[in-house]
């Protein structure tokens, strides 16, 4: 799933490419993709692309008066045309969701992988009008976003650090992947309840929590759209690296699998030598 450096890679990108264009045509090719229909999409046709902003985990793309905003959802991705296929698209083939086409013939397609299909596309007046939007926590990479906000955040918080870390109504942006990469960079378990963190775990987890997505985002910076699914495995130490040595000291990274998902962590670097146990609501073994 792209989370916050492959879509502030992607913002940049588009907004090279998208700047002093206007919008030819917008064609939805999956009828799940477009989740509103008040402006209609063809509103934003003729319309001048003026910006393209991120708001967590969405992007957020200014035609006009009008906001196209993105969800990419888990396996939903961003792949530019310099040259656009003057035939539409067929609907209900393939990957393609949506496909925008700019005045000079070049766009972007929506592409979603799979079958179950959970991108979304937002045709709204603000952004503020896409719910998720609304209630996105602060930006981890904001100015503001210093250690006494962290701290305000986690205050009262029940429950365990990999759950808190990846709800964006909490904090936007981070997911599975670069949840899994912060705490192994703080060396602490996934498992571990926010209740329990002291003044210096709180102090260590802000300062990994940055650097990493921070790091990730330079590491980002300037990758074609193409490549940046790429870039973002390479630099993973411990997620989707199951059964690899761990970069740090060299035990091998273990997983935790759940009904839709599994994370990745290193023993020795984050749960003192123990494994976790492989289940739903795992605990330490003992």
């Not at 539409?88 to 000079?104: E, T």
């Amino acid at each position: 799933m792209p989370e916050l450096p492959e879509v502030e890679a992607l913002r940049g990108f588009l907004d090279a490419h998208l700047a002093g264009r206007s919008v030819a045509r917008a064609l939805p090719a999956a009828v799940s993709v477009l989740k509103t229909y008040d402006p209609p999409l063809r509103a934003i046709e003729g319309a001048p692309v003026t910006a393209v902003d991120r708001h967590g985990k969405w992007l957020d793309i200014t035609a006009g008066e009008l906001h196209l905003v993105v969800h990419l959802a888990r396996a939903g991705w961003v792949r530019w045309q310099d040259r656009v296929p003057e035939a539409p698209p067929r609907p209900g083939r393939g990957p393609l969701a949506l496909r925008v086409v700019l005045d000079d013939g070049s766009g972007f397609d929506l592409t979603e992988a799979g079958t179950t299909k959970r991108a979304a596309v937002h045709l709204v007046r603000s952004p503020g009008e896409v719910p998720a939007i609304a209630a996105l926590g602060p930006d981890p990479l904001a100015g503001s976003f210093d250690l006494a906000a962290f701290t305000a955040l986690l205050a009262g918080e029940r429950r365990r650090i990999k759950g808190a870390l990846r709800d964006q109504t909490l904090i936007a942006g981070i997911g599975n992947a670069y949840s899994d990469e912060i705490l192994h960079a703080a060396r602490m378990s996934p498992f571990k309840p926010v209740q329990n963190l002291d003044e210096d775990e709180l102090r260590t987890l802000h300062a990994c929590l940055r650097s990493t997505l921070g790091e990730a985002v330079a590491r980002s910076r300037g990758t074609a759209a193409g490549r940046l699914k790429a870039e973002k495995k390479s630099g993973m130490r411990v997620h989707g690296r199951t059964g690899q040595p761990c970069p740090v000291c060299g035990d091998t990274v273990r997983e935790v699998s759940f009904s839709d998902s599994s994370l990745q962590y290193c023993p020795t670097c984050q749960t003192g030598g123990r494994p976790l146990a492989d289940r739903r609501l795992s605990r330490l073994l003992k």
